[in-house]
């Protein structure tokens, strides 16, 4: 079984472009998470999307990010403008349930970005 | 292939009991190796851990890393119920990529 796919590995942009990060669930997962890892070794929570709905975005820094999961299928993440502060990685993972014994996150290897 | 294989996947044990959770590795490219503690949404942040045989402290938890024997352990001692989580072993690669094991689900009953 495929696990959760990122896509590209490594990114580098000049400061105000475009970049869009791309995370391919396991497949039947619903449940589809958001996460970046900035500097430091923590991992902050960005956003977390039920089939195609966003079930809680109150990670999302501002509105120069912008996620989606039409189909409920895979999950683009979009910074537009780019600025220095977003360098990271920035991680995905998916579960089939969000609570329960099935509510297990499974992350993939993230996605470096880095802005110049 | 990289790979992180994290044993037991699940464990049940009692308050004040200990507990030492594994991860094995085989990743090319060594960067560091982290664990992490899981209970809601974003896993936090336990230790980090580059060089082999130095423990690392923090509270009750303890680790250390064997890079020649290639794995990690994770101590719980005096265990709490608020230890009851899931635990992620995720090795860093040079490129700052994570490869995540499955994780041990941690259970501690009163």
């Known amino acids: 079984e495929a696990g959760v796919t990122q896509f590209p590995s490594h990114s580098v942009i000049e400061k105000g472009q475009t970049v869009t990060l791309r995370c391919d669930p396991i497949?039947?997962?619903?449940?589809l998470y958001w996460y970046r890892r900035v500097m430091g070794k923590e991992i902050k929570f960005l956003l977390h999307?039920?089939?195609?709905?966003?079930?809680?975005e109150s990670g999302m820094p501002n509105n120069r990010f912008l996620a989606e999961r039409t189909g409920g299928t895979y999950s683009t993440l979009k910074v537009q403008p780019a600025e220095l502060e977003d360098s990271g990685v920035y991680f995905c993972?998916?579960?089939?349930?969000?609570?329960?014994?099935?509510?297990?996150?499974?992350f993939g290897p993230g996605t470096r970005l880095t802005v110049t | 292939e990289d790979k992180v294989v994290q044993s037991p996947l699940s464990l049940v044990v009692h308050e004040g009991d200990t507990v030492t959770l594994n991860c094995s590795y085989e990743?090319?490219?060594?960067?560091?190796l982290l664990w992490y503690k899981q209970e809601k949404k974003a896993p936090t942040f336990l230790f980090m851990l580059?060089?082999s045989g130095i423990e690392k402290k923090s509270g009750r938890l303890s680790s250390i890393l064997d890079k020649k024997e290639l794995f990690s352990i994770l101590n719980i001692t005096a265990t709490q119920t608020g230890d009851s989580a899931i635990y992620l072993c995720?090795?860093?690669?040079?490129?700052?990529?994570?490869?995540w094991g499955a994780g041990t689900k941690l259970i501690i009953k009163p």
């Open positions: 995720a090795v860093e690669h040079s490129n700052h990529q994570l490869i």
């Open positions: 990743v090319t490219n060594f960067r560091s």
């Open positions: 580059t060089s």
């Open positions: 497949s039947g997962h619903d449940n």
């Open positions: 999307f039920v089939k195609e709905s966003k079930q809680d």
């Open positions: 993972a998916s579960s089939q349930d969000s609570w329960g014994p099935a509510a297990e996150q499974y």
